[in-house]
């Protein structure tokens, strides 16, 4: 029995880590895409990709629907994330850089074991309290605030942070059904009624942007549209998919802390791939909360064994 758990708890942090990669990358990409589209304009065409993609997987591996009742569940689920959560972000990162948002996602984490002490009744160790302090010291000065436009920052930066917030109730609320059922299926299922609410809120962007109404507002770039449809596939699709196959096998205590590899990827990409420069301040300030990330998922591990964290 034991060799079995062991292996359980592998593939489960592996599908973690794979998610919080594509999310970390993805991110980058959503960056580069919003040069050249509207926020819930992104959002939709993302999902487009994306829910085509899941639906084409769940044909081929003929999947079992899941009882009606579920199904309700599992669906509605997807309205917090990627739904809200998402055009949260995305909105937000027309506001701030992919480096900034990258770190503000390592926020998650916090908010899920916070949701677990007030849904579930767990409460976190003094440890975890410091070290969250340390997270937001750390946050507040790689955001920078003294450069650019300290209003539209802190602005983008609210935004992002209510998206985690929403994306906290996702994992933590997702972890208790998502054990017994299909993984594609959960996702498409979700991502489906996601884009239908996505379509609702394009009134909202056009009242935002009012220019987004004109059908000439999309570009007609063919690296654009590639770089938006791929970019859905990783973020979505992958990205959920993996992270939703982790929670069969670990508890969202294990899996939220590899989303602290999310705004490492994403910092890193960002200066990559988007020529984003970063302040002695701000690498100094992403090191601190990096560092605070890292002490907490060794804290966890010590003060529990693996198999606390095995979904039985």
């Given at each position: 029995m034991a060799p079995k758990k062991i292996s359980r708890a592998s593939l489960g942090i592996a599908s973690a880590t794979m998610a919080a990669m594509c999310w970390g990358g993805a991110l980058v990409m959503s960056k580069g895409a919003l040069g050249s589209f509207y926020p819930v304009t992104l959002l939709?065409?993302?999902l487009m990709a994306s829910v085509t993609f899941l639906w084409c997987v769940v044909a081929f591996r003929k999947a079992s629907a899941p009882t009606a009742n579920v199904l309700v569940k599992l669906s509605f689920l997807g309205l917090l994330e990627p739904c809200l959560t998402y055009v949260l972000v995305l909105?937000?990162?027309t506001f701030t850089g992919a480096s900034e948002a990258s770190l503000l996602q390592?926020?998650?984490s916090i908010m899920i074991v916070l949701l677990a002490m007030l849904l579930l009744k767990e409460i976190p160790s003094i440890n975890f309290i410091v070290l969250s302090a340390m997270i937001l010291v750390g946050l507040?000065?790689?955001l920078d605030i003294h450069g650019g436009n300290v209003k539209e920052v802190w602005f983008g930066a609210s935004l992002i942070s209510l998206g985690m917030l929403s994306a906290a109730f996702y994992v933590v609320l997702s972890s208790r059904i998502a054990k017994e059922q299909d993984v594609f299926y959960i996702v498409a299922c979700q991502q489906t009624l996601a884009l239908v609410a996505s379509i609702l809120m394009l009134p909202l962007e056009w009242t935002i942007y009012p220019e987004s109404k004109a059908f000439a507002a999309l570009p007609g770039s063919l690296e654009v549209w590639g770089l938006a449809l791929v970019s859905g596939i990783v973020q979505y699709a992958l990205a959920f998919s993996f992270y939703i196959y982790s929670l069969k096998y670990i508890r969202a205590g294990l899996a939220g802390m590899?989303?602290?590899?999310?705004p490492v990827i994403g910092v890193v990409g960002a200066v990559v791939f988007l020529?984003?420069?970063l302040s002695l301040l701000q690498v100094g300030g992403a090191a601190l909360t990096i560092i605070a990330l890292v002490l907490i998922a060794k804290n966890a591990a010590s003060e529990n064994t693996l198999k606390d964290y095995i979904k039985k």
């Open positions: 939709i065409i993302q909105i937000g990162l390592s926020l998650e507040f000065f790689a590899f989303l602290n590899l999310v020529g984003e420069r």
